[in-house]
Nanobody, 119 residues
Framework: QVQLVESGGGLVQAGDSLRLSCIAS????????MGWFRQAPGKEREFVAS????????EYLESVKGRFTISRDNAKNTMDLQMNSLKPEDMAVYYC????????????WGQGTQVTVSS
């Protein structure tokens, strides 16, 4: 089993930056692709970014390209999301997620961390 815990959320003004972190524990060697998702109040959860185990294949939601950067450190069992030039529409609960190796489905999820952006 894999456990994920996010941190780094907070209250910022538009244009500011935040860095979210996710630490994995348990059977971390069995994790493949990891990613970040977010859910705004009254909205469906949406994909934000993903990164494979070798940090070679990286994907972003179109609206965050050029502003957000995803990274991971397998030696530390961590994954980060650097968020720059934050906008009010980025306000959401952000979740860390992971797939088992060779899986196309995100199975493991963190508890979420709140990102609030004021204008």
């Amino acid at each position: 089993q894999v456990q994920l815990v996010e941190s780094g959320g907070g209250l910022v003004q538009a244009g500011d930056s935040l860095r979210l972190s996710c630490i994995a524990s348990g059977r971390t060697g069995s994790t493949g692709v990891m990613g970040w998702f977010r859910q705004a109040p009254g909205k469906e959860r949406e994909f934000v970014a993903s990164i494979d185990r070798g940090a070679i294949s990286i994907e972003y939601l179109e609206s965050v390209k050029g502003r957000f950067t995803i990274s991971r450190d397998n030696a530390k069992n961590t994954m980060d999301l650097q968020m720059n030039s934050l906008k009010p529409e980025d306000m959401a609960v952000y979740y860390c997620a992971a797939r088992p190796l060779y899986s196309r489905q995100y199975v493991y999820w963190g508890q979420g961390t709140q990102v609030t952006v004021s204008s």
